[in-house]
C-alpha cells in the first residue's frame, strides 16, 4: 500500500494499491481496505466528506518492472516439465509394444534395474532440456531478479512427479504413441491445477498456517499438495521476487514429499503390473 500524499488533512488524497491483480487474495484485501476507509472517513470527517474525498487507485505490480512475459514465463518452466512425462510414457510404451520388457523377465536384470537407467536418462535429458529454456527466456528478455541457477535446480525437481505419471500411464497403455497421446491430453489439466497460465481458485483447509516469504502466515491451500503447483509457486516467486531457500523451505518441502509420492507410486504400479510374475 502506498499513500500518494503527505498531509492526510488536505483534500485530493490519493491511495495507490499496488499487487498481482490475479490473485484473490489481492482483490480481497482491496476490498477490505476500501471498506475500512469508508469508516474512517465516516469518523474522521463526519457526514460531510471534503470535496476532493478520496481517490482511490489499483495497479498491477507488472506494470512497475516485469510484463506478462515474464509472469508467463516464470511459470511455464514446471508445465515444460509435465510435457516432458510424454517421453517417458512414450518409451516405455514403446517397449512393451515390441515385448521387450517380457523377454527382459527372462533376463538376470531386474526391473528396478531397468527403470533405473530410464530414470537417469529422463534426469540428464530435462537437466539439458531446462538449460534451453532457460538460456532461452533470458535469451528473449526475461527480467526476473532472482537467482536462475537456484530456480533451475528447484525446477529440476519437478521430474519426480513427472516420472511417476509417465510409469504409471505406460503401465496402462502398452503402445507408445498412445501412451504419449495421453500425457498430452493431460499436460493441459496439470498446467492449469499448477497456476502455470492462471491463478487457481484458493481452497483453505487451515488458516494462518505457511509461512511466506515476507514473514506472515497464510492459509494452507488445497493445492500445496499438489506437486507442481508447489514448484510453480516456488520458481515463481524465486525468479521475480528474489526468494532465498529459507523463504521458500515450505514450498520445497512439498515439492520433494508430493513428488516422492508420485513417483514411488507409478514406479511399483509399473512393477506390478508389468513384471508381473505369469
Same mark, same amino acid.
Given at each position: !500500500? +502506498?499513500?500518494?500524499?503527505?498531509?492526510?488533512?488536505?483534500?485530493?488524497?490519493?491511495?495507490?494499491?499496488?499487487?498481482?491483480?490475479?490473485?484473490?487474495?489481492?482483490?480481497?484485501?482491496?476490498?477490505? !481496505?476500501?471498506?475500512?476507509?469508508?469508516?474512517?472517513?465516516?469518523?474522521?470527517?463526519? *457526514?460531510?466528506?471534503?470535496?476532493?474525498?478520496?481517490?482511490?487507485?489499483?495497479?498491477?505490480?507488472?506494470?512497475?518492472?516485469?510484463?506478462? $512475459?515474464?509472469?508467463?514465463?516464470?511459470?511455464?518452466?514446471?508445465?515444460?516439465?509435465?510435457?516432458?512425462?510424454?517421453?517417458?510414457?512414450?518409451?516405455?510404451? =514403446?517397449?512393451?509394444? =515390441?515385448?521387450?520388457?517380457?523377454?527382459?523377465?527372462?533376463?538376470?536384470?531386474? /526391473?528396478?534395474? #531397468?527403470?533405473?537407467?530410464?530414470?537417469?536418462?529422463? +534426469?540428464?535429458? %530435462?537437466?539439458?532440456?531446462?538449460?534451453?529454456?532457460?538460456?532461452?527466456?533470458?535469451?528473449?528478455?526475461? =527480467?526476473?531478479?532472482?537467482? /536462475?541457477? $537456484?530456480?533451475?535446480?528447484?525446477?529440476? !525437481? %519437478?521430474?519426480? @512427479?513427472?516420472?511417476?505419471?509417465?510409469?504409471?500411464?505406460? &503401465?496402462?497403455?502398452?503402445?507408445? =504413441?498412445? &501412451?504419449?497421446?495421453?500425457?498430452? +491430453?493431460?499436460?493441459? @489439466?496439470?498446467?492449469?491445477?499448477?497456476?502455470? #497460465?492462471? @491463478?487457481?481458485?484458493?481452497?483453505?483447509?487451515?488458516?494462518?498456517? *505457511?509461512?511466506?516469504? %515476507?514473514?506472515?502466515?497464510?492459509?494452507?491451500?488445497?493445492?500445496?499438495?499438489? /506437486?507442481?503447483?508447489?514448484? %510453480?509457486?516456488?520458481?515463481?516467486?524465486?525468479?521475480? #521476487?528474489?526468494?532465498?531457500?529459507?523463504?521458500?523451505?515450505?514450498?520445497? *518441502?512439498?515439492?520433494?514429499?508430493?513428488?516422492? +509420492?508420485?513417483?514411488?507410486?507409478?514406479?511399483?504400479?509399473?512393477?506390478?503390473?508389468?513384471?508381473?510374475?505369469?
Amino acid at each position: !500500500l +502506498i499513500v500518494n500524499t503527505s498531509v492526510l488533512l488536505n483534500t485530493n488524497v490519493s491511495l495507490t494499491f499496488i499487487g498481482d491483480t490475479g490473485y484473490q487474495s489481492f482483490q480481497k484485501g482491496i476490498t477490505e !481496505l476500501q471498506d475500512a476507509l469508508k469508516i474512517f472517513t465516516s469518523h474522521f470527517y463526519g *457526514v460531510d466528506l471534503p470535496a476532493g474525498d478520496f481517490k482511490v487507485v489499483v495497479d498491477n505490480v507488472a506494470s512497475y518492472e516485469l510484463g506478462q $512475459f515474464d509472469y508467463f514465463m516464470a511459470g511455464f518452466f514446471t508445465f515444460g516439465l509435465v510435457l516432458s512425462a510424454s517421453n517417458v510414457a512414450g518409451i516405455l510404451g =514403446k517397449e512393451r509394444e =515390441k515385448n521387450t520388457l517380457d523377454r527382459l523377465k527372462l533376463s538376470e536384470m531386474r /526391473p528396478i534395474e #531397468f527403470l533405473g537407467g530410464i530414470t537417469l536418462t529422463q +534426469i540428464v535429458t %530435462t537437466g539439458n532440456q531446462l538449460l534451453v529454456m532457460f538460456f532461452a527466456t533470458y535469451l528473449f528478455g526475461f =527480467k526476473g531478479r532472482g537467482d /536462475p541457477v $537456484f530456480a533451475f535446480f528447484v525446477t529440476l !525437481l %519437478t521430474i519426480l @512427479p513427472v516420472l511417476g505419471i509417465g510409469f504409471f500411464v505406460a &503401465a496402462i497403455i502398452p503402445n507408445g =504413441k498412445e &501412451a504419449a497421446s495421453v500425457i498430452s +491430453i493431460l499436460s493441459a @489439466p496439470f498446467g492449469f491445477l499448477s497456476g502455470s #497460465f492462471i @491463478p487457481v481458485p484458493e481452497i483453505a483447509l487451515i488458516p494462518n498456517f *505457511v509461512p511466506t516469504g %515476507t514473514g506472515s502466515l497464510r492459509a494452507l491451500q488445497l493445492w500445496d499438495f499438489f /506437486p507442481f503447483y508447489s514448484s %510453480t509457486t516456488a520458481v515463481r516467486e524465486i525468479l521475480l #521476487f528474489n526468494y532465498t531457500l529459507e523463504q521458500e523451505l515450505f514450498n520445497l *518441502v512439498f515439492l520433494v514429499i508430493g513428488g516422492l +509420492i508420485f513417483f514411488t507410486f507409478g514406479l511399483f504400479f509399473f512393477v506390478k503390473r508389468v513384471f508381473k510374475a505369469e
